[in-house]
């Protein structure tokens, strides 16, 4: 073990997490601007518990369409509808920043469970050596860390007789 202390590891370590999560951040922001718009609009209604209250209850995701000199655009809004017809506008931009919160919290709890799993994994290979106190054995030296075989066996070959 080297002679950091711990505070030093602590200090490498938190590049790395906001390296991360900066990753995360950037990537589902990229998922949220091409599955609702491109993909699959009606994403957007899942986030109807969040917006959308008694009477208005039923959500619907609307798609407009118009032409002008630049070409054509699509904007893609929520409404929030009652029984009646009536009707309020909930927008694009509130349930997309709620499926982006969503999209990210998928993945970070993701690469929790990735990073544990291979912490584990590493922990359950190196425990029979941490409970019998032996260090880990190499083959090329003996106990006393001295070199105990040739340089042929170092090498993979063995000597001919």
């Known amino acids: 073990m080297s002679g950091e202390r711990p505070a030093d590891q602590t200090q490498r370590r938190s590049p790395r997490i906001l390296a991360t999560l900066a990753a995360i951040l950037f990537s589902t922001a990229i998922l949220g601007a091409v ?42 809004s929520m409404y929030c509808v009652g029984d009646r017809g009536q009707h309020t506008e909930v927008g694009f931009l509130r349930p997309w920043l709620a499926l982006w919160a969503l999209h990210t919290a998928h993945v970070i709890v993701l690469v929790i469970l990735v990073r544990t799993w291979r912490w584990m994994a590493t922990r359950r290979t190196d425990a029979p050596l941490r409970i019998q106190g032996n260090p880990p054995l190499n083959r090329h030296s003996d106990v006393s860390g001295e070199g105990s075989c040739t340089d042929n066996e170092r090498q993979g070959s063995r000597p001919q007789p």
């Open 35 to 76: 599955l609702p718009v491109a993909i699959w609009p009606g994403e957007a209604k899942l986030t109807a518990p969040l917006f959308c209250e008694a009477p208005y209850t039923e959500p619907i995701i609307v798609s407009d369409t118009f032409h002008d000199s630049e070409g054509q655009s699509t904007n893609y």
